[in-house]
């Protein structure tokens, strides 16, 4: 077990660290989900930010496994870190290395940012349809892989019930 990785249930939204990732679409508009709750919490200022991007860097949208920041408005954390995960039944034979990306490029903007922590929900598993035990080895495995990098940053994967913080557990061996 890795001492810098911490599961536990709870609302994203409330999580009182350096930066949150959102499981978002690629419009940066908000939508359902993990993405529309921050969105909700943090306020007018998340949405702003998301345009300015999409004005500046990414018009066609955020491609699947990219991340970029914002602040978090209203949020305990400092910025929102938006990320694509794939559409499982869209991604063919690309769907695991598409999620790894979107951790993987999730916390290197976290350590950009200057980061310590930063909390993570269950990406893409939910109307994107990740299966839920692939998606969670994808994860456990990306996020283990970056900190042995002697990357210092503790992440936080935080579900929103303990039904899917013991299925997350029991996939990863802890």
Known sequence: MNENIIIKTGEITNENVCAIVDAANSSLMGGGGVDGAIHRAGGPAILEACKKIRQTQYPDGLPTGEAVATTAGNLPAKYVIHTVGPVYHNCGNRCDSL?????ENSLKQAMKLGCKDVAFPAISTGIYGYPKEAAARIAYKTVKAFLSKGHDIKVYFVFHSNENKQF??????Q
């Open 99 to 103: 999620l790894a990306a979107a951790y």
């Open 168 to 173: 997350f557990e029991k996939v990863v061996g």
